[in-house]
């Protein structure tokens, strides 16, 4: 049976281990897969992962039960992403920024790319356009709180999500080109 997921909190806030373990294996795949879309290798995923969760640990007594509890634990992942991001000094700012205040909009994508070819492409973006696409496309965060939490300006969080957006773009039809000579030849 199941532990249900208030009783598991309750454990990890009087600092139960059985509890902390609990919710690890619960929730550590699908946050494992939040660091994977920041970070540039596995490693570097796990890392962030066993950092995340001891930060949960160390501040789970502050949760109240207001909202969603993954959602919270999700915030304090990211926000460990992007710590150790800045610690190893790699959000570096472009110089040029789009003073123009476009709307971006995602490229249509085929429907029969599959999930882990887009993700793929995903990360092999240049890290800081992978970033801020992450936080814009996937986390839902607006270019005010993603400036915020980079220490960019907002329009270089644009320029950010529209050079990710383009080399995406270009990645699904290098894709979609070699899909298509591979069916020419098979076909004739």
């Known amino acids: 049976m199941a532990d249900k997921l208030e009783s598991i909190i309750e454990g990890c806030k009087r600092g139960d281990k059985k509890s902390q373990e609990r919710l690890y294996r619960r929730l550590s795949g699908q946050l494992f897969a939040i660091c994977l879309r920041y970070a540039d290798n596995y490693e570097e995923a796990r890392d962030y992962l066993q950092e995340g969760f001891i930060n949960v640990f160390n501040s789970?007594?502050?949760?109240?039960?207001?909202?969603?509890?993954?959602?919270?634990?999700?915030?304090?992942?990211?926000?460990?992403?992007?710590?150790?991001?800045?610690?190893?000094?790699?959000?570096?700012?472009?110089?040029?920024?789009?003073?123009?205040?476009?709307?971006?909009?995602?490229?249509?994508?085929?429907t029969d790319l599959s999930e882990s070819d887009l993700l793929g492409?995903?990360?092999?973006?240049?890290?800081?356009?992978?970033?801020?696409?992450?936080?814009?496309?996937?986390?839902?965060?607006?270019?005010?709180?993603?400036?915020?939490?980079?220490?960019?300006?907002?329009?270089?969080?644009?320029s950010h999500l529209?050079?990710?957006?383009?080399k995406l773009q270009e990645k699904v039809n290098h894709h979609y080109s070699k899909v298509k000579r591979v069916?020419?030849?098979s076909v004739f």
């Open 121 to 158: 492409m995903i990360q092999e973006l240049p890290r800081n356009y992978r970033i801020v696409f992450n936080l814009y496309a996937i986390e839902g965060y607006k270019h005010n709180e993603i400036s915020q939490m980079l220490n960019i300006t907002e329009n270089t969080s644009k």
């Open 162 to 166: 529209f050079r990710a957006r383009t």
């Open 183 to 185: 069916y020419k030849s």
């Open 60 to 110: 789970i007594k502050q949760y109240e039960g207001k909202g969603s509890f993954e959602g919270w634990m999700k915030k304090i992942i990211i926000n460990t992403v992007l710590q150790g991001i800045r610690k190893k000094r790699f959000m570096i700012p472009l110089v040029h920024d789009y003073q123009d205040n476009y709307e971006f909009h995602l490229p249509h994508m085929p």
